[in-house]
């Protein structure tokens, strides 16, 4: 940055914030163009840190759209906050009609960032170790001798170059931690074998103390990142609504929205801006969030507080902030959005950070990415900002640590997701940009642009909403009521509006109810479903629902929600799973001998005893049914393991009992290989049992390395041909207190008939209004003022006929910059039909 412009800084923001007005989001241009709308992602926060940095030929550059959005802290990334809070404030000032937002961490931030406000019990913690011997208050490094070294990391993180920040604490009295009693310590090394660590002492603004020894606890700090090789790992925020309170009575949300109100307050730095986004808001956490040593990851007595506190959280920044601040937040994290906030009502909206996710460049998940941001759309606060953050990663094979790149994506790819940005009303930017304009700037896509004509808003307004055509095909499941194509674990009540449904039993963490054997005609299944669901006991009302619609020739014991899990220590019974013995029970994507598949990757205990770790699901077996399924180690498993005794016990279920549990298969293995089990359930036939699934670390009680995979885990018809099954596709939605309407689209459809099951979060009561089912692809279409909007996510080509869908209307094609698409972009005349290519969209401009 040149030192005239340097100098200037601290006038510009002054100059900036003393012209601010009243924020009125309804008049930026995102809010009122046409369609696409589209504003920069953070590309435009790395410039203005560059000693050359011109600030004319930046705004030239990023002013072409309807916005920007970047970096203006160093919660995350150090060194944003030298000169983008001033470069980003005069470009608003300048340019009042374009949206300016903050691009926030949600979840955590780097403590040595503003944190002193914020005390011990703000934050999240993992596993305790006891302090062994007495500690001094002296300066400098010092080693500690704990009961298990082993909890504490060293080049760990995203580039295996950070070592831990770790809590030193005394305990009360009731064995709970002294929040205030607390020093800050780093990690410099760890010896397992002597069961010490060393630490330096007095760190992040705490003085060192002394601790006795079995009266204290060394605890390391729940942390990300660094998101940057130059940058440092992050606190994770106690954002739980159980979280302790500080000395003031404050949580950590309550801090954390003191800080927002500051940065965007009359006086301060972000005072000009329109909002913020919060990167990575998670609904869940990982850890101990109430101080007692327990990994409670935020769930107390059953109960989510954690994702509780985050609505909390959200809705308190609401009103403090008022109703013309924009918020939003990370809305597709993990398992299709379950980890994500569930702040309804008091966001306005959610970033898709790619879609539907980074890594689905096939967009598999095209069902749960229009139904995401199609209920944000009708549950947010207004005015409604859904936005796609256009981007794909991948990691880069043989490269160090945290690597990773972007995939080959052709044309058609980035074309299909605009098309969903128009179908669902979202605005797009980018991280995945097209090449430089011919005139040396960045990159902007000819679909948001027109072409060679570049008008933003191009479309103009929409007629009407997005059209699923496979709708308008014969509905295969319309010869019978539903209720009596429902079968499960369920109670049905028809009612006015709907078919009420509750589980018959409350068990795991939620319900499942299926429609078997529906008939099929090829490989593609549309859906569609209008559905409500009552919130569940002890959240906010407004805390929708998960759900998942599964498709498969057979039962997947994988899908849907966490299975029943325990253990059991030698001549102790089961029990739930406990931290504290080792035992684990997750879902883990993996490859074994070049095979990549879904498992659950399971330890049995070893801390305090031996003995097995199980997980069990409810099922209905269907006649002549067969159990598959395969079983695998982790790779250091053949050399250090003795082996595992895998078993699998199933028991009838009566008046919702299970009763007596008898063995069907034990297999003892060590191997890091795939090996496929098949077991006859013609027994149980038409019947409800419960299936309980067993790693044991064997009779001579050697747990070393057993890590235990279980992978496709399928019910299906014992005759059935392997090259005729479905394979189990699952889609989400969420289901809120009013009606939505979701569809489902599954392109992998083989068996001659297939089950359709639900998934549904919690117990409370769902409501169906209306479910039909088409064999046809998901093609869809929307009509605009000036022009239409095309996309066939199916895996074979699809024939519009616009003569039917537009009836007297003439369309051609955008003419493209020269670096994109000139082939597909070509600016010729369209006929009366238009066949685009499978997994492709395609934007027209009217001509009449």
Known sequence: MNTRFASTIAIILMAVCASVQARHPQELRIFQDGWPRAFFFRSCEGPPSRRDFDYDLWSADYGRLMGIMGKCLDEEVLGRMKNNPAVFSRFKNEKPEQVVLLHLNGNSRDPRFQASNFFPGHWVYRMPAE?????????????????????????????????????????????????????????????????????????????????????????????????????????????????????????????????????????????????????????????????????????????????????????????????????????????????????????????????????????????????????????????????????????????????????????????LVFAAGCFTDSAICYSFPPPRDPDGKFGVWDELRCGVENKLGWLGMPTGPAVHLATQ????????????????????????????????????????????????????????????????????????????????????????????????????????????????????????????????????????????????????????????????????????????????????????????????????WKKHKWLAQTIDLSPYGGKMVRLKFVADCGPQNNATTDHVYWSEILIIPKRADPDSLTVPERFMTWAGPQYFASSFYYRHIKSKTIDLTYHIEGWEPVTIKSMTVHNKPDAMYRIYEKGIVLANPGLEPYTFDLSRIAPGCTYRRLKATAKQDTKTNSGEDVGRTISLEPRDGLFLLKTN
């Open 131 to 415: 302090i062994k011997g007495d500690i001094p208050a002296e300066s400098g490094e010092t080693t500690i001798k704990v009961d298990d070294a082993r909890l504490f990391r060293v080049q760990a993180g995203r580039y295996a170059t950070s070592n831990d920040d770790i809590a030193l604490f005394k305990l009360k009295a009731d064995g709970t931690y002294d929040w205030h009693y607390c020093e800050e310590v780093q990690l410099i090394s760890v010896d397992t074998k002597a069961n010490t660590i060393r630490v330096r002492r007095g760190q992040y603004g705490t003085r060192p103390l002394a601790f006795k020894a079995g009266e204290s606890r060394a605890v390391a700090h729940q942390v990300e990142g660094p998101w940057g090789k130059n940058n440092n790992i992050l606190w994770y925020y106690n954002l739980s609504d159980l979280c302790p309170r500080d000395r003031e009575g404050k949580t950590a949300a309550d801090r954390f929205i003191d800080d927002i109100a500051r940065w965007f307050g009359p006086d301060g730095c972000l005072c000009a801006f329109d909002g913020l986004e919060f990167d990575v808001l998670f609904n869940v956490t990982h850890g101990d969030t109430n101080g007692d040593g327990i990994m409670d990851d935020g769930v107390i007595d059953g109960v989510n507080h954690y994702g509780i506190g985050v609505v909390e959280f959200l809705r308190k920044l609401r009103e403090r902030m008022g109703h013309e601040f924009i918020i939003m937040g990370d809305g597709a994290l993990g398992l299709g959005g379950m980890r994500s906030q569930r702040g309804w009502g008091y966001l306005n909206g959610i970033e898709s950070e790619g879609w539907p996710n980074h890594s689905d460049w096939e967009v598999h998940d095209w069902s749960g990415g229009l139904n995401r941001h199609n209920f944000w759309k009708v549950n947010a606060h207004p005015p409604v900002f859904n936005y796609i953050n256009h981007k794909y990663t991948e990691h880069i094979p043989g490269g160090p640590p945290g690597a990773r790149g972007r995939p080959r994506v052709g044309f058609n790819i980035h074309r």
């Open 473 to 668: 095909s014969p509905d295969i499941i319309k010869s019978k009521p539903l209720g009596r194509l429902i079968t499960g674990n369920v109670k049905l009540k028809p009612t006015a509006d709907g078919l009420r449904m509750v589980p018959k039993k409350r068990a795991g963490k939620g319900f499942n109810f299926s429609i078997r054997e529906i008939p099929t005609a090829g490989p593609d299944l549309t859906v569609a479903v209008v559905m409500k669901a009552e919130p569940m006991l002890g959240y906010p009302k407004t805390y929708a629902r998960f759900v998942q619609l599964e498709a498969s020739s057979g039962a997947n014991l994988m899908a849907g929600g966490d299975p029943e899990v325990g253990m059991c220590i030698r001549k102790r019974g089961e029990t739930l799973l406990q931290r504290k013995s080792g035992a684990f029970f997750q879902r883990k994507r993996l490859t074994i001998g070049g095979e990549q598949r879904n498992a659950f990757f399971v330890h049995p205990p070893y801390e305090g005893g031996k003995g097995y770790v199980y997980w069990a699901k409810d099922v209905l077996v269907g006649n002549n049914s067969v159990l598959k399924y395969s079983i695998g180690m982790g790779a250091k498993s053949p050399k250090r393991s003795d082996g595992v005794w895998f078993s699998v016990h199933a028991s009838e279920i009566t008046d919702g009992k299970p009763g007596a549990f008898k063995k069907l298969n034990e297999t003892r």
